[in-house]
C-alpha cells in the first residue's frame, strides 16, 4: 500500500512539474509577436479572424458590423472553457481545484485601446495589436495569400512547368518564385534552379524532383510562402511537330500586326473513349493519348507561337482553367471560355494582354439564336419548309463565341473575333450551310450595330472541306440553291436555297492539303477567314511536312497532341 502510494507521488509530482514547465515555456514564447490574419471583404457580411493559441489554430467567423466586445469575450471564453477541460482531463492529476481565471483580450492600434463597441469592421484593421493575456498578436488584415497552388501532375523534361497558381489580396507580377531541384534522386537536398514563375527542366533533371517557394505578394506587402514539391520528372518524347515551326514565331509581333491561331486541341472527353483507342486511334499509344501527357505539348506549341489570339475548339471546362489559363497566363495572355449546352467541351478565345483590351461578348448557341432572334426569322421560315433537317439544326448545341477587342494603343480599330466548331457529321453539309448563315447573320449585327467599323477575324474548325458550300459561302461571298451539301443529308431533309455571305472574306492560309489527319480520313476542316481590305497576310507559318505527320503513321501521336494541326498566321493592319 505505501509502495503505490510512493508510485502515485511520484506520478503526480512529474505531472505538476511538466505542466509548470509547460506553461513557463509558453508564457516565455507568447512574449513575442505572433501573427493574426484577418479577412474582411466589402462584398460579404462576414469576416474571419485565424490565429495559433496554445498550440491550436483557431478561425473565427463574425459578422462584420457585431461589436468587438463581443469577439473578445468570445476569445476569452473559450481559453477557459478549453483550461478547465484540460484540469478535468484524467491525465491532470495535480488535485488541483481552482478553476481558471480568464485572460484579459483586448486590441489596440497604434499603441491606444480600441474601444469595445467599434464594430469588428472598423476594429481590425492592419497593423492592430491583439494582446491575449500576455500574448501579442499582430494583426495582418487582407494580407496577399494563394487560394490556390499546385504544380502539374506530369512533368517531362523540355518542356514548361506552369504552376496554378490564384492569389487573393495580390497579384502574380508582385509574387516571389524560387525553384529547386534535387541534387541526387531521393534525396532531400536541393540546389536553386531559377527565379521565374515558370521553369523548364533539361534532360540532366529526368528522374529527380523540382520544388517551388512561391510567396504572395502585392505593391505593399507579402503574405506567407508555400512550397510545393512535384512528381518525378519524366523523359520527353524528343522531336515534336512543332518544333520545326517555332523559329518563324520567336518574338511577339509589334503594334501593327497580330499573330492569329486556331486550333482543334481535342477535347479529352473524345480522346479517351474506347471508340478512339481501338477504332479512331489505335495506332497512337495509350499514354500518348493522355490528358497530362497532351497538356505538356499543347502548353509548349502554343506558348512558342507568341501569338496575339489563340482561337481552340474542343477545349475540356478542367483543361481550360486549371491548364491551359494558367500556362498561358504566365505568359502574358488571358482566356475566355464558353461551354457547349449538354457538353463538357467547348471554345477558348486568349489574347495578349498588352496589346488588345477585351470590350465585350456576344456569344450564342445557333439553335437558340435560329428559334428565339427575329433576326434568323426569315431562314426560320425557309427551314420550316422541311421539318426533319429543321429538327435536326434545332437539336445541335453548336455554338459561336465571339469576342470583340480592340488594340490598346489605337481604339479605332476594334476588332470582332468569331470562334466556331460546326456539326461535325459527313452527311451533315447542309445542316453546317444553315449554321453557318446564322452566324454570318449574327456578326453582321455585332459589327454593324454593336460596333460599326470594326473588322472581322472568323476562326475554327468548319468541318467542311475547300470544295464544301460553307467554304464556297464565306470564300465566295454566296452558295447556289443548287450546290450539292443541301441533299448530303438524303431526300428527306432537301431545303434548298441561296445564301449570300455580308462580308469580304478570305482564307488567310489558303487551302492546306490538311489540317486533319488521321487514319482513316486527312483533309482541310480549319480555317482562318478575314477581311482582306483591313488586315493583309503578312505571313503564314509553314505546315509540319508530310514525313513529321506520319513519322508515327497519322495524329495523334506521342509527337503531336491532337488529330488536327494549329493554323498560325500573322496579319497586318492597313
Avoid at 490574419?37 to 489554430?57: A, H, M, N, W, Y
Avoid at 475548339?313 to 500556362?327: H, R, Y
Wanted: proline share 6%.
Amino acid at each position: 500500500m505505501l509502495r503505490n502510494f510512493v508510485k502515485r507521488s511520484r506520478f503526480l509530482s512529474y505531472s505538476c512539474l511538466s505542466s509548470w514547465v509547460h506553461h513557463l515555456f509558453f508564457g516565455r514564447y507568447y512574449k513575442t509577436m505572433e501573427r493574426a490574419v484577418v479577412r474582411c471583404v466589402p462584398s460579404e457580411s462576414k469576416l474571419t479572424i485565424s490565429f495559433t493559441l496554445d498550440g491550436s489554430q483557431k478561425h473565427m467567423l463574425r459578422d462584420q458590423n457585431e461589436e468587438l466586445g463581443k469577439v473578445l469575450a468570445r476569445i476569452s471564453n473559450g481559453i477557459v472553457k478549453a483550461q478547465n477541460k484540460a484540469k478535468k482531463s484524467k491525465k491532470n492529476q495535480c488535485n488541483d481545484p481552482s478553476t481558471a481565471v480568464a485572460p484579459t483580450v483586448t486590441l489596440h492600434y497604434k499603441g491606444d485601446f480600441v474601444p469595445n463597441k467599434v464594430p469588428n469592421v472598423d476594429a481590425w484593421q492592419d497593423g492592430a495589436v491583439l494582446h491575449v493575456g500576455e500574448v501579442r498578436y499582430n494583426i495582418e488584415r487582407n494580407p496577399p495569400v494563394f487560394t490556390t497552388a499546385e504544380l502539374p501532375v506530369t512533368l517531362m523534361a523540355g518542356f514548361p512547368i506552369c504552376p496554378k497558381l490564384e492569389v487573393e489580396f495580390g497579384d502574380l507580377s508582385h509574387c516571389i518564385f524560387r525553384w529547386y531541384k534535387q541534387s541526387a534522386a531521393n534525396e532531400d537536398s536541393w540546389v536553386e534552379a531559377g527565379a521565374e514563375r515558370v521553369l523548364t527542366p533539361s534532360n540532366g533533371d529526368i528522374g529527380l524532383k523540382v520544388k517551388l517557394k512561391c510567396t504572395p505578394g502585392n505593391d505593399a506587402k507579402y503574405g506567407v510562402a508555400k512550397e510545393l514539391v512535384s512528381n518525378i520528372i519524366e523523359a520527353g518524347p524528343g522531336a515534336c511537330t512543332f518544333d520545326s515551326r517555332h523559329p518563324y514565331t520567336q518574338k511577339v509581333t509589334d503594334d501593327s500586326t497580330l499573330r492569329v491561331v486556331s486550333y482543334n486541341i481535342l477535347a479529352d472527353i473524345y480522346a479517351q473513349t474506347d471508340l478512339s483507342k481501338t477504332v479512331l486511334y489505335p495506332y497512337c499509344a495509350p499514354y500518348a493519348l493522355g490528358v497530362d501527357y497532351r497538356q505538356n505539348l499543347i502548353k509548349k506549341e502554343l506558348v512558342g507561337y507568341n501569338a496575339d489570339i489563340i482561337c481552340l475548339q474542343e477545349v475540356d471546362k478542367g483543361v481550360f482553367s486549371d491548364s491551359l489559363s494558367p500556362a498561358l497566363d504566365a505568359f502574358g495572355m488571358q482566356g475566355v471560355f464558353r461551354i457547349k449546352e449538354k457538353q463538357h467541351e467547348g471554345l477558348a478565345t486568349y489574347f495578349r494582354k498588352s496589346k488588345l483590351q477585351l470590350l465585350s461578348q456576344h456569344d450564342v448557341i445557333l439553335s437558340e439564336a435560329l428559334k428565339n432572334d427575329s433576326l434568323h426569322l426569315p431562314l426560320l421560315d425557309s427551314l420550316s419548309k422541311n421539318l426533319t433537317l429543321s429538327e435536326k439544326v434545332t437539336q445541335r448545341s453548336t455554338t459561336l463565341q465571339v469576342t470583340v477587342f480592340q488594340p490598346l494603343g489605337d481604339a479605332s480599330k476594334p476588332i470582332c473575333v468569331a470562334n466556331t466548331h460546326l456539326y461535325w457529321h459527313p452527311k451533315g453539309g447542309n445542316i453546317r450551310l444553315i449554321q453557318i448563315a446564322i452566324a454570318l447573320r449574327h456578326l453582321k449585327q455585332v459589327v454593324s450595330v454593336e460596333y460599326p467599323g470594326a473588322s472581322l477575324l472568323f476562326l475554327g474548325d468548319f468541318n467542311s472541306s475547300p470544295s464544301s458550300g460553307v467554304f464556297q459561302l464565306l470564300s465566295q461571298g454566296c452558295v447556289p440553291a443548287t450546290h450539292p451539301d443541301w441533299t448530303s443529308g438524303g431526300p428527306e431533309e432537301q431545303c434548298p436555297m441561296e445564301l449570300n455571305n455580308p462580308f469580304k472574306l478570305q482564307s488567310a492560309c489558303g487551302e492546306p492539303a490538311y489540317t486533319n489527319y488521321v487514319g482513316a480520313f486527312h483533309g482541310c476542316l480549319d480555317y482562318i477567314f478575314t477581311e482582306p481590305q483591313i488586315l493583309s497576310v503578312e505571313q503564314v507559318i509553314p505546315m509540319p511536312n508530310h514525313q513529321e505527320v506520319t513519322t508515327h503513321h497519322a495524329l495523334p501521336s506521342v509527337s503531336h497532341p491532337s488529330d488536327h494541326i494549329a493554323l498560325v498566321c500573322d496579319l497586318k493592319w492597313k
